[in-house]
């Protein structure tokens, strides 16, 4: 797989050239939210110059914006290898996810089942348990492995039963990386015949999405990980999205895009999958493993996380041999270079006894942004043991990151660490 031209990449994101000091500014911040490619900020400009108007309207500008959200749907299918009709925007995934469940729920009774994890982000969890205490729904929630913060693949089928109506899972964890099988977790829920959720926000900025391969029911992920606006998104299949019980008013045309949608922010985000095809057609290698089967822009987005995921890990590998040199540091995760491709290139660590804000706070002065404490990941950080410490330091990379940040980052954690 050839390597992204990251200098070139860099240029397209203006907010790589702010600086901090008279140095330029490094983001490990990218699993809380990327930064966004020059093309987002003018497609949402140029909507709100040109097209603003609400939906419906027999009007130019109305017009115009019907036109862009037709697209948006297309492209943002692409991104998932779904159908424009089964593409969803909201306000975020845990509000949407609010909606589906609430949804999901509306169809249980007592003492029907939901299993959850304790690795995923609480707006996978949250929602479910909040349905519980509604409606008498029993909710299973599935150990990790501490060791390598791996779900308990045992500990799952074991949850899996005959009064299983639901699973809810994470597709990557946003706080130490763990990618999840998740073709395999769909094939369980199915076999009993359950409905499967996928929250995929901390997978879809780094590895390419096929919903049909894998099978699952509903599928929800952020644009502003894969840099684009604050936007939501949820994918359905059509028939679970025709079927069940929507929370909508009368006059709502969709009955999940209900009320006026942020449409300069669906502008952007259509410009953020745009600007992956662009990487996929400028660094992808098309006729790679696996791609076959795909054209058009949906081969393009392929390629491009092939490309990026290959750029990343390989800069990711740097990342963990310079933590890893630093004199008592703790890291969570799969740190097993052969199992690199069961994990993000996001991962969690304290320096000795520093308190995890001691150490960010310290970063942030030299210009480099990094997140502590449990970004949400709540239930992860309780097993681990690390609630009410402080949570850890995480240092997340993106494809615009680069070997000259790492180096920086890691001899100012060493000095940290002295």
Not at 374 to 388: F, P, Q, S, V
Request: net charge negative; glycine share 10%.
């Amino acid at each position: 797989m050839p390597a992204i031209d990251v200098p070139a990449i860099r240029h397209r994101f203006p907010a790589l050239a702010i600086t901090e000091g008279g140095r330029p500014v490094a983001y490990f911040d990218g699993p809380g939210g990327t930064q966004v490619p020059q093309t987002v900020i003018d497609a949402m400009t140029r909507y709100l110059r040109t097209m603003n108007a609400n939906h419906g309207g027999h009007f130019l500008t109305s017009q115009r914006s019907d036109a862009l959200l037709e697209h948006a749907h297309e492209v943002v299918a692409d991104l998932l290898c779904a159908d424009p009709d089964e593409v969803k925007f909201g306000a975020n995934m845990t509000t949407l996810n609010f909606a589906l469940s609430r949804s999901i729920g509306a169809t249980l009774g007592p003492g029907d089942e939901v299993v959850v994890t304790w690795l995923d982000h609480e707006a996978n969890v949250g929602p479910w348990e909040a349905l519980a205490r509604e409606r008498d729904v029993v909710v299973r929630r599935v150990d990790v492995r501490t060791d390598d913060c791996t779900l308990d693949l045992d500990a799952l089928r074991d949850a899996i039963g005959p009064r299983t109506r639901h699973v809810a899972v994470g597709w990557a964890s946003n706080a130490v990386g763990t990618i999840n099988p998740v073709a395999e977790i769909v094939r369980l829920a199915h076999d009993a015949g359950a409905t499967v959720s996928v929250d995929a926000v901390a997978y879809a900025p780094h590895v390419g999405i096929d919903v049909r391969e894998v099978d699952c029911d509903f599928l929800l992920c952020s644009a502003y990980k894969f840099y684009g606006p604050h936007v939501g998104v949820l994918y359905g299949k059509r028939a679970l999205l025709d079927s069940l019980p929507a929370f909508k008013v009368r006059p709502a045309e969709d009955r999940w895009e209900t009320g006026t949608q942020n449409h300069e922010g669906i502008a952007g985000t259509a410009a953020a999958v745009e600007y992956l095809a662009e990487v996929g057609e400028r660094f992808g290698t098309p006729f790679a493993e696996g791609l076959s089967r795909y054209g058009g822009r949906r081969l393009a987005l392929k390629a491009a996380m092939a490309a990026i995921r290959s750029t990343e890990m390989e800069l990711f590998g740097r990342l963990v041999d310079g933590l890893e040199s630093l004199p008592g540091i703790r890291m969570w995760g799969i740190l097993d270079r052969a199992r690199f491709d069961e994990r993000c290139p996001t991962i969690a660590f304290r320096l000795a006894d520093q308190p995890p804000s001691v150490t960010t706070e310290a970063l942030g002065r030299l210009g480099m942004f990094a997140w502590d404490g449990d970004y949400y990941a709540t239930g992860l950080m309780e097993r681990l043991g690390l609630a009410e410490s402080g949570g850890a330091v995480r240092v997340g990379l993106m494809h615009y990151n680069t070997p000259d940040e790492v180096d920086r980052l890691v001899d100012a954690l060493r000095d940290l660490a002295r």
